[in-house]
């Protein structure tokens, strides 16, 4: 009978051990988004750039522990590209010893020179302005050539055109170089969890000027929908009336919404793991559904996306 009692025991406790040690979602994307939100940006008027602040790059990765990266030989490293307008993050692997800007700049005729060459932009302002005419483009009007210089890839991708900094980007921006595709979940709640947050959301982090009309955050909190709500309450859409910002709002949705909570969903299936969540961003408030494939390359699906609120910004330009 002793022996019942103590089994019964022991078994009590290892369950309540493990119940404390299961994964709480809510609490990871509050820690994560509350860090991200603590890395400011500085701006230098004399050399035009915009830099990180204070980022601790491992700490952050560190918050991403149920996922591992495919290959043994490479690291993670991150690089931010701001300047007065905007501002971004970008987190990519590489070798031990690959030094981004280095690499780069020994492909420039004059590495030192940082007006050698041209950004994407500038590249179609001169071929719009007709100081630049791509090879097999004297017939096309200057919108036409823009494009087949757009569509061409042996144009748009000859680097000899262009600048360190269009170099790096092109670099950060090719897929196979972003550290959110080149990632392994752990084949759990925990695991999916972090690694749709990293894939979706994990450089939403020091966005600054044009920049942050991409911004995208998780909402975990009915307190916050609440307060959503009382704001686009204050600014509902009336077309006869020209305003900057107004909002309208799914009050079905919205009441179900508080009604079930916020919290995000996890579900695991044979067919890969599904993630319910509540996502804001500039344009509104959304419950979305993304599916995350179990197998290589644990691919990201978003399977349901239905609106809350609408947010509709400079609502005057839209008659």
Sequence with gaps: MKDIITTTILALVLNNISAMAQFNAV?????V?????SIKTTYDEDTGKRQLGSFDFNKYM???????????????????????????????????DFDLIRHFKATMKNPEDE????????????????SVIPKNTENLSPSERAQYFLNDSTLSKNTEWMSLQQKVLNFLTDSTNKACNNVIPEDTKEGYMQYLFFHEYGEQFALAGHSLQKKRTIVCSETEV?????????MKCDKNVPQEECCECDSIALAETLRTG?????????????????EKDTSGLFKETFQVMRSQPYKVILRDKKEIFSISTYYMMSF
């Design 27 to 31: 609490e990871f994307i509050k820690k």
């Design 33 to 37: 988004q509350t860090y991200q939100d």
């Design 62 to 96: 560190q918050m991403f522990n149920a996922l591992k990266i495919k290959d043994s030989h490479d690291v993670f490293d991150y690089f931010y590209i701001g300047n007065r307008v905007f501002g971004n993050p970008f987190i990519y692997i590489k070798k031990p």
């Design 115 to 130: 007006s050698e060459g041209m950004s994407l932009m500038q590249m179609l302002n001169s071929i719009l302005m007709g």
């Design 226 to 234: 609440e307060e959503i709500a009382k704001r686009c309450a204050g």
């Design 262 to 278: 916020v919290s995000p969903i996890i579900e695991m299936r044979e067919d890969g793991c599904f993630i319910t969540l509540y």
